[in-house]
């Protein structure tokens, strides 16, 4: 399939999760069987070959493929949560996203030092988000493999926040 044929089944929501915020609502991809498989057969044919030890899903969304690639990489799947959804030592980080703020938590052994890490997320909007899970990474010792996003809105230019790392993007908006 193609990043048009992607973009075109998924919906767009306008003033959620407030006012002035167009949210990309990857549920309606998703939930397509063939649009699904495809793109994580493309996923996992471009990250083959980069001996990804761990796979990082962001909560919630970033969860869906981040399991997928884990599985398909032979490599363990962590997640990255929200404050008080991780029962032992963590990391905590907090970051700006574009419509508020927030804080991720990892546990201290999730990755070990020299580990090569794949970061997964749904969407790149601000660079937020992926930015905070990067420092995460980095308290843990691990070293970033790369990130990998959904969907990526160009505008809001997140992607600098990613400076000196490979960022790929499935589905570009301007």
Same mark, same amino acid.
């Given at each position: 399939?193609? /990043? ?11 003033? &959620?999760?407030?006012?002035? *915020?167009?949210?990309? #609502?990857?549920?309606?991809?998703? $939930?397509?069987?063939?649009? &699904?498989?495809?793109? /994580? ?7 083959? #070959? ?12 970033? &969860? ?5 690639? /884990?599985?398909?990489?032979?490599? +363990? &799947? ?5 404050? +008080? $959804? ?10 700006? !996203? ?7 938590? *990892?546990?201290?052994? /999730?990755?070990?030092? %020299? ?6 997320? #749904?969407?790149?909007?601000?660079? +937020? ?12 010792? +691990?070293?970033?493999? %790369?990130?990998?996003? !959904?969907?990526?809105?160009?505008? !809001?230019? %997140? ?12 589905? !570009?908006?301007?």
């Amino acid at each position: 399939m193609t /990043a048009d044929q992607y973009r075109s089944l998924i919906r767009e929501v306008p003033d &959620f999760p407030k006012p002035g *915020i167009l949210f990309y #609502d990857i549920t309606t991809l998703l $939930k397509d069987p063939v649009a &699904f498989s495809a793109i /994580a057969d493309e996923l996992t044919a471009y990250y083959q #070959d980069q001996r990804i030890a761990k796979v990082v899903g962001i909560e919630s969304r970033g &969860f869906i493929y981040a399991g997928t690639l /884990a599985q398909r990489l032979k490599a +363990g &799947f962590v997640p990255v949560r929200k404050p +008080g $959804k991780l029962p032992a030592d963590i990391f905590e980080v907090k970051y700006s !996203l574009e419509y508020g703020s927030n804080s991720l938590a *990892i546990h201290r052994d /999730a990755i070990s030092k %020299g580990e090569r890490v794949l970061i997964v997320d #749904d969407l790149l909007a601000t660079g +937020g988000t992926a930015a905070a899970t990067v420092t995460l990474i980095r308290q843990l010792g +691990g070293e970033i493999a %790369g990130l990998d996003f !959904l969907v990526e809105l160009k505008g !809001l230019h %997140g992607r600098e926040k990613l400076a000196g790392y490979p960022v790929h993007s499935t589905i !570009l908006y301007p």
